[in-house]
């Protein structure tokens, strides 16, 4: 039986065995140097937990030899870590909002029209990335100081939406590049009005990439140290700010537990984002 | 029961030099289709977007029974479309997506399970309630498009290329699917749509639109056998015209001197001829000109013959017991006079 070397090739499922010793190798290459990686980046996170759970770990001691949650309950109890922990997250939970609110109709703009003027629309949103937070906050300072905004919850929420609403306008108009309005004028035609429409079909197809914004208006704002410090002047303690006077303190206890106590909240919208951070912005098309 | 009357609409685009819509004048009757055929921009789609209300035309009107609805929102209009691709909406079931216009209408919970039920019955996918668009095919996710436009009871469907994605036992499943459908409910319909064939099949009326105005518009058969102007012929597939001086009932044009039927027509004259009327033969005929086969296609049910006649070429289509033309053969071209027809130049 005479063999022709295209079904040949077609029986011959099975890759050689070269390639897939290549193959083996080349992934564990790839691999290896992750582990160094994620050594670097966990190794922190080791010596935070270490020290917050730990009662008199001291020198030469490789680890701690009583463990404790009392640091926890000290911290969690003061009053200032509450005021600040609640305060931050008053604080990123408007900023996110309203940075979705002002963010929504520039990006649908932006990625929907074609219009005169739409590259510099786009380099005034790009500016804030690109402009020294410092110089941003102290003119922010002088301006909010005249008009009774300095040292209060909604100065800094203004504030923060500086360098929100870039990343806010971004992520949202890269969805609305590939997003078709068709679907709202069949809700039209189907009798909803435009509030109807955007809440019951924009919003929903565009889900994903809301959720996204969201989360980095969250980050960004729960981290923001030196507008909060500027705009506050130290009447506002957020978190960023109490951890960073803790830090000078030089209690490792303390600033431990205060380290994980901040990167709680993040790590739980992550959690909950996660489906979204990868694969499609919006939702698939029919 | 609709009749929908649109009058003298235009519309221009800024940074285009002719208007997309110009003129344009159409009537509707009660529960009628009407096809609208046309190339691509030649404001088909311009024309349901005027009528829907999602854009304003500059000038004209557009009313149902007799009431202008230019301004109503497009929520109000009750001119419901159909697109080439379903639109449903992702992110909810096939039953919430047929459901959307009468929920939207706060129309009672159990009223709105019963009329979804009704149109899935219509559809004949009755059963599917709970799906979602990604679990079915294009043809189940059109005729589920179609149930969610027709539960609202609109007085206008306008159907804009709605079956051309789909493969040809599917669309011709779903061209009468959409016909029984349409005569049953007795809805006006406005059927937008660049194939001749289905057209012909699902209107009453066929328009053409060139340029933003209507061509022709006609009942399907007489629009196809005696299209009023060279170009809507060229349209429905006619693509011999012969242009020269009548008299006596002959006609001398630049091709030859052929044979007419209408014997007091004298002057200047175009006519024309559809490629199915045309014969060969190897022998000269009565009103057969000179010719030379250019070309043969095998198309299943006829032969089609590209032939050059004077300086013209043209394409005829021939039974298949016609006999067999070689490649560069010299035939007689017969033009029956019965079959010859007047179209304005």
Known sequence: MTQDPLSAFENNIAPPLKIRVLDFWGRLGGGLPRIPLYTLLAAPLGVFILYAFSQGWFFPAPFPETWTTSAFERVLSDSRTLTSLRDSLMIAAAVSLLSLVIGFPAARALGLRQFRGRQAAWLLLYLPTVVPPLAIGMGLNILFLQIGLAGSLHGIVLAHLVPTLPYVTFTLAGAFARYDEAYEFQAWVLGAGAWRTLFTVTLPMIAPSLAVAALFAFLISWSQYLLTLLIGSGRVITLPVLLFSAASGGNPVTIAV??????????LVIVATARHLHGGEIREQY | MTQVNITNLTKRYPNQPAPVLDNFSLFVENGEMVALLGPSGSGKSTLLKLITGIERPDTGDVQFDGVSILNLPPSKRGAVFMFQKSYLFPFLSVEENIG????????????????????????????????????????????????????????????????????????????????????ELKIATIFVTHDLGEAMAMSNRMAILLNGRVAALDQPNVLFHRPPCVESARFVGVNLFLSGEAANGWLDSAVGRVKIRDAKKAGRGVFAIRPEHIRLFKEPKENALPGVVQGCLYRGEYMEYQLALGGQTTRARLPLSAGMFAHGEPVFVQLPAENLFEVAG
Do not use: W, Y
Request: hydrophobic share 40%; aromatic share 2%; with cysteine.
């Open chain 1, 258 to 267: 205060l380290a994980l106590v901040f990167l709680a909240p993040p790590a």
């Open chain 2, 100 to 183: 959307f216009g009468l929920k939207v209408k706060r129309t009672p919970r159990d009223e709105i399970c019963r009329e979804v039920g009704r149109m899935l019955e219509l559809i004949g996918l009755p059963g599917i309630e709970k799906r979602k668009p990604s679990q079915l095919s294009g043809g189940e996710q059109q005729r589920v498009a179609l149930a969610r436009a027709l539960v609202t009871h609109p007085k206008l469907l306008l159907l804009d290329e709605p079956l051309s994605s789909l493969d040809t036992e599917v669309r011709l499943g779903l061209q009468e699917a959409i016909r029984n459908i349409q005569q």
